[in-house]
């Protein structure tokens, strides 16, 4: 079964980055599709990125396009979501999770991590 685990949060100011990882075991990375979802206190689960099995497909919602980017290393089996700009609204908890393809719906990922907080404050 695949496995994932993220890491990379923090406390970070308003305007500063941080890049997230997340990172397979169990199965090779490189079979699945993988997304970056977040959930923000009294707030549902949304997605924010995800990319497909070779990288060849990337999708954003609109709050962080051209702030965020996602990118893989399937030698490494890790996805890595860069996140620059960053925003008091942006504070939540971030998963990744693996599934068929590049998908904002939560319903087609099947492997789930625990999740990374992430805060953003001065």
């Known amino acids: 079964q695949l496995q994932l685990e993220e890491s990379g949060g923090g406390l970070v100011q308003p305007g500063g980055s941080l890049r997230l990882s997340c990172a397979a075991s169990?199965?090779?990375?490189?079979?699945?599709?993988i997304g970056w979802f977040r959930q923000a206190p009294g707030k549902e689960r949304e997605a924010v990125s995800c990319?497909?099995?070779?990288?060849?497909?990337?999708n954003y919602v609109d709050s962080v396009k051209g702030r965020f980017t996602i990118s893989r290393d399937n030698a490494w089996n890790t996805v890595f979501l860069q996140m620059n700009s960053l925003k008091p609204e942006d504070t939540a908890v971030y998963y990744c999770?693996?599934?068929?393809?590049?998908?904002?719906?939560?319903?087609?990922?099947?492997?789930w991590g625990q999740g990374t907080q992430v805060t953003v404050s001065s």
């Open positions: 999770a693996g599934g068929w393809g590049c998908s904002r719906w939560q319903g087609d990922f099947a492997y």
């Open positions: 169990g199965f090779t990375l490189d079979n699945y599709g």
């Open positions: 990319v497909s099995s070779v990288g060849d497909i990337t």
